[in-house]
């Protein structure tokens, strides 16, 4: 099974930008969309953003369309989340996850272990 490590969380202000990175290992990772979530303090996990197999197709949560982007290199097995104009309420812990279907983790899925975001105002 895919084993996925998430990276590049961190604190910023509100206006700035982060790169998360998702490297994954151990299984056809190329094969498979692949999403990020975030879990808010007291929320639930929440879908953020999702991409194809192959890069070309990609989806957003509509609070963070237009300020998230979501790539793939299939070369290097990783996944990335540019954020740019983020916002307080935007922190959370971001977790990477695969295969997906739609906007949910299929039950044979893989998540990692997250990483940390905070933006303060």
């Known amino acids: 099974q895919v084993q996925l490590v998430e990276s590049g969380g961190g604190e910023v202000q509100a206006g700035g930008s982060l790169r998360l990175s998702c490297a994954a290992s151990?299984?056809?990772?190329?094969?498979?969309?692949m999403g990020w979530f975030r879990q808010a303090p007291g929320k639930e996990r929440e879908f953020v953003a999702a991409?194809?197999?192959?890069?070309?197709?990609?989806y957003y949560a509509d609070s963070v369309k237009g300020r998230f982007t979501i790539s793939r290199d299939n070369a290097k097995n990783t996944v990335y989340l540019q954020m740019n104009m983020l916002k307080p309420e935007d922190t959370a812990v971001y977790y990477c996850?695969?295969?997906?279907?739609?906007?949910?983790?299929?039950?044979?899925?893989?998540w990692g272990q997250g990483t940390q975001v905070t933006v303060s105002s």
């Open positions: 991409i194809s197999w192959s890069g070309t197709s990609t």
């Open positions: 151990g299984g056809t990772f190329s094969s498979y969309a």
């Open positions: 996850a695969g295969p997906i279907l739609g906007t949910a983790v299929v039950t044979t899925g893989a």
